[in-house]
């Protein structure tokens, strides 16, 4: 247990101090650049996304999941994953005028090309990134992400205010990639042999094959939003879009982390196992809500005096925005450990067939609130996520038992405790009026104080239980250091 939580411990220090770190740099860049050029880059990042889920193919979890995974094994699934990322960027470098003449934009045949590169470089990180999680080093991982976002973002801040407008944005992200990878071999300690296994790719291929359909579906509605927005609406309102969408992510890309790299290898252990499977699998459950509910709450409270102090008053339009997109999150996470369920179990044929089930309301419902504009859009995509979220709960309660009335009592709790806490942080920063960092340290205080409160009255085993465990830890920390003073 303490490896498993020490690894989520990394995982969350990793995902929190690089949003942390680009958050920092984003503060700068918000203020050099103008909401069209992030609105650009975010058209850019739409084809990337599609891409990379050819590229990766599932593998790398196939890999993780794997208990007698090989040498053979990782090179592979290297060789694929180097081969696709060339194939796809070519389709995209030649595309690029394409996707211009589309959004009426030139600008975006060399923007393309550009970002592109990233999918190459990509490629030859993703096993070794595999070996890592696999073996719950997320520790390196973390010093890996750190170091490629500060020298990336730095020389992103030079060029933008050197004037390279959008181009600042693309060479960052080309950067952090190149860092990111080489670091990976490095830390991995692993290079491909000259071998090809058929057997291996079978397996592989017939693991990730199934995940291909469901994540291309998944990122056509994810990017749908990105694609309707810059086309039909306007790139400035994509820019307070993107912007709005890169800080509701951020305690998602957390949660997201925590579950790929630390649920998927723990829940492997006992993928023969339904009643241990259940057990760890309904802990996990809880355990995402109760802290990623917490964030999201303080995020929405404090979001319209952290945009305006940080970003300006130029980005005033992305705080509803952003406060609707963290509640389509917190929607979400009530199922979010779903899909990897099906993954550890080897169901990921059924992750298809609940895609399809899903995305025909889901582009009924997103066709239909096209009509209003970007607050109907978002209105859809809080229903969507609603809806997915209970047609995902299929699967836990298909494949270990764990019926609808039980996912719901387990996560009632938290949802109760985040609607009171967030709606009396409200009630108290109408009642005043002061500066943005003092706004914002009350608002979050409030919310914080009555969360926490309510489930230490509720007495919830899941916060007592790693609330202790964290303390314990911090404490044996600081007594490691005093030690090491003395000394």
Avoid: H
Wanted: overall charge positive; proline content about 2%; glycine content about 6%.
């Amino acid at each position: 247990m303490r490896k498993s939580f020490s690894a989520t411990i990394w995982t969350v220090f990793d995902r929190t101090w690089s949003q942390f770190v680009g958050f920092l740099i984003g503060i700068v860049l918000a203020r050099l650049l103008t909401p069209e050029d992030y609105g650009l880059v975010g058209i850019s990042m739409i084809f990337i996304a599609f891409s990379n889920v050819f590229i990766e193919a599932g593998f790398s979890n196939a890999l993780i999941r794997k208990l007698d995974r090989s040498q053979t094994d990782y090179s592979t699934a290297f060789y694929f994953n180097a081969v696709m990322g060339i194939i796809m960027y070519l389709i995209l470098y030649f595309a690029a005028p394409l996707i211009a003449n589309y959004f009426e934009d030139e600008i975006l045949i060399p923007l393309t090309r550009i970002v592109g590169l990233t999918l190459v470089i990509n490629s030859l990180c993703i096993v070794q990134n595999a070996i890592l999680t696999a073996d719950l080093k997320m520790k390196e991982q973390a010093i890996i992400n750190i170091s490629a976002q500060i020298p990336s973002g730095l020389l992103a801040i030079y060029l933008a205010y050197r004037g390279m407008g959008v181009y600042a944005l693309a060479v960052q992200t080309v950067l952090a990639s190149f860092i990111r990878t080489c670091m990976f071999w490095i830390w991995a300690k692993w290079i491909p042999t000259w071998e090809f296994n058929k057997a291996s790719m079978k397996y592989l291929w017939g693991f990730g094959s199934k995940l291909i359909g469901a994540n291309f579906i998944g990122t056509l509605f994810n990017e749908i939003y990105t694609i309707l927005i810059g086309k039909y609406i306007s790139k400035s309102d994509l820019g307070l879009y993107s912007k709005g969408r890169s800080l509701s992510n951020q305690p998602e890309s957390i949660c997201n982390g925590v579950v790929q790299k630390v649920a998927v290898p723990l829940l492997s252990k006992y993928q023969n196992d339904v009643v241990s499977l259940k057990a760890k699998y309904r802990e996990l459950t809880q355990v995402v809500n109760c802290i990623m509910l917490f964030v999201s709450g303080i995020l929405l409270v404090a979001a319209s005096p952290i945009i305006l102090l940080l970003w300006g008053q130029k980005w005033v339009g992305s705080v509803p925005i952003f406060q609707m997109l963290l509640i389509a999150s917190i929607v979400s996470y009530v199922s979010y450990l779903s899909l990897v369920l099906l993954q550890v179990i080897n169901q990921t044929g059924y992750t298809l067939k609940l895609e399809l089930i899903k995305k025909p309301i889901c582009l009924l419902a997103i066709l239909f609130s096209l009509r209003f504009g970007m607050y109907g859009l978002l209105g859809s995509l809080i229903f969507n996520s609603l809806f997915c979220s209970l047609i995902n709960m299929s699967a836990a309660s298909k494949y270990i038992n764990y019926s609808y009335p039980e996912q719901g009592r387990d996560v009632v709790k938290y949802l109760l405790s985040l609607i009171v806490a967030v709606f009396t942080s409200f009630c108290i920063a109408r009642l005043y009026e002061t500066n943005y960092v003092v706004d914002i340290i009350v608002r979050a205080t409030c919310m914080a104080s009555v969360y926490v409160g309510m489930l230490w009255v509720m007495k919830d085993q899941v916060f007592l239980q790693y609330g202790s465990l964290a303390w314990k830890t911090v404490k044996s920390r600081i007594g490691n250091m005093e030690d090491n003073k003395d000394e």
